[in-house]
């Protein structure tokens, strides 16, 4: 997110020449385990598979507003016929989790559903949907071959007790990061000022776009120094500068959990988020920050970013990429910059290493149980992670605007692949290049995988009940922190603590710390 979804809209199709044949491949003799509602994969019912006669299925697609209807995308419908069946797509694109649980609790769903699922429905909905592993091993080559050579991938969609509900995607040519720090060069010039390297340099910066008619349009007045989005927690929000402090954020998944030296722990009860909020207090009490920071949605986040035509209104933020961010007017004025240090003395900093949240994914096609040719309906799922046909998935077929799944497919971009890729994704990585030595040395043990992390039915729910009361107390004190100069963070530090220990994060970080231990065995 949704940050992902923030990140892909915004690429543009890659021109490509790869072709292997998606769904022509041939079968293993050997038998398959009994699925987990008693059939087997060598058990194929219903007309099809080998027989040469096109298979019926049906389909669920959960897609995103912006793709375009399935049944014009050239590739797909080239797809279908290279697996020889004849799918009948439902296309949903607002509303499918209001809308799921009626039709997950009535035991009728289509024979696949793609972006559909999550990993509670099958527990929820225990026998609704087939064990694809067993299948996986006798009709999925492409899937197999992705488990070998990205051995991450069967861990994310391999449940506690060894099933396969939902295949993964792997996409491996995004970004490390989400967020870049950008900052106006127009603005320095124009108040005579280099790029800040740390958080004093940084203040002093802000003060001097506020104080001086940073943009030069007559109006000392209109300029907002600085401005984030998304709560503490946002790739473009004040978690970004904890990696001032040494600490190294590895997912932006909510709730504040990190790992270092293989321990997890939650930076909202570190001394380093303290120092942060301290200085993000002084930098509002300043008039530095865009008062509505808080609480203003994306759109306006954005469209604050664009200005006035050729007019900046915005110094210092975060975002995603230039152009997207401010605007094919307004983006040559910014460039972006190192990872700040929290001040001279700083030995080390970090940078959010956001590559699992954004590269991986899990539960992009479940089955049903119910599929009447479990084998052709297997076959297909293993046709989307063939080589050409998963970059036709993420960018659309050759020639074809718009004919993308985008990233709520089923991929597997291979690593290494030599992809053209738009114009937009280059001058992302080329942003975010300043990043790249900070990666170098990152440790497993410093790395929170919060994706592959596994855990009970009870857990699960112990976890969703301790959150909901942590993300209440942590959400409202940061915030008043922040925005009440005569709040003292100091004195109330040690009880606020407290507080959210008591809350239930002294449980959830002993269920997490069992789970990450249990991923640390796993890639050993």
């Not at 107390?473 to 005569?486: F, G, K, P």
Request: one cysteine or more; a negative charge.
């Amino acid at each position: 997110m949704k940050r992902k979804s923030v990140l892909t809209t915004m690429l543009a199709c890659a021109l490509l020449a790869s072709c292997l044949t998606a769904c022509a491949n041939e079968n293993t003799a050997s038998t398959a385990e009994s699925t987990a509602n008693g059939s087997s994969a060598a058990d194929t019912s219903g007309e099809g598979g080998d027989s040469g006669e096109i298979v019926k299925l049906t389909a669920l697609f959960n897609k995103h507003s912006l793709t375009k209807d399935v049944n014009e995308m050239q590739w797909l419908t080239d797809l279908e016929a290279d697996c020889n069946v004849d799918v009948e797509w439902q296309q949903i694109s607002a509303d499918w989790d209001q809308k799921k649980s009626a039709m997950f609790a009535s035991g009728e769903i289509p024979d696949l559903l793609f972006n559909a699922t999550a990993d509670s429905d099958y527990i929820q909905y225990y026998g609704l949907f087939e064990d694809l592993k067993p299948w996986i091993e006798q009709y999925a080559p492409n899937l197999q071959a992705m488990f070998e050579e990205v051995p991450e991938t069967e861990i994310l969609c391999t449940t506690l007790e060894g099933k396969i509900f939902g295949t993964p995607k792997y996409q491996s040519v995004w970004p490390k990061t989400n967020g870049t720090i950008f900052i106006n060069q127009t603005w320095l010039d124009n108040v005579n000022m280099e790029i800040p390297t740390t958080w004093e340099e940084l203040k002093e910066v802000l003060i001097a776009f506020k104080e001086q008619d940073a943009n030069g349009n007559g109006d000392p007045n209109d300029e907002i120094p600085m401005d984030f989005n998304g709560g503490f927690n946002s790739p473009y929000g004040l978690s970004q500068f904890l990696g001032s402090t040494g600490l190294q954020l590895s997912s932006n998944y909510p709730g504040g959990y990190f790992a270092e030296d293989g321990e997890v722990k939650n930076y909202y009860i570190d001394e380093r988020f303290k120092r942060t909020v301290k200085f993000a207090q002084e930098l509002w009490s300043l008039g530095l920050i865009n008062e509505e920071a808080i609480t203003q949605d994306y759109s306006k986040f954005q469209s604050l970013a664009r200005g006035e035509g050729t007019t900046a209104k915005v110094g210092f933020t975060w975002g995603a990429e230039g152009g997207d961010r401010f605007g094919l007017e307004l983006a040559d004025q910014y460039v972006s910059i190192p990872q700040l240090k929290e001040d001279s003395s700083t030995e080390k900093v970090c940078f959010s290493y956001d590559f699992y949240d954004i590269n991986y994914g899990g539960n992009r096609i479940a089955m049903s149980a119910n599929c009447q040719n479990k084998e052709a309906a297997m076959k297909f799922i293993d046709g989307f992670y063939d080589e050409k046909v998963s970059i036709e998935v993420l960018f659309g077929g050759m020639n074809e605007a718009d004919g993308c799944v985008r990233d709520n497919g089923p991929i597997y971009i291979r690593d290494g692949l030599d992809l053209k890729l738009g114009t937009d994704m280059q001058a992302m990585n080329e942003e975010k290049a300043v990043y790249d030595p900070l990666y170098e040395n990152l440790e497993t043990n410093d790395i929170y995988p919060q994706l592959f992390m596994k855990y009970n039915e009870t857990d699960t729910n112990t976890l969703a009940m301790n959150q909901a009361n942590i993300d209440n107390l942590t959400d409202q004190t940061w915030s008043a922190w922040v925005t009440d100069s005569s709040r003292d963070i100091d004195a109330e530090w040690d009880a606020y603590v407290q507080s959210v220990l008591d809350s239930g994060l002294s449980q959830n970080l002993e269920i997490r710390q069992a789970a990450y231990d249990t991923y640390l065995e796993t890639m050993a």
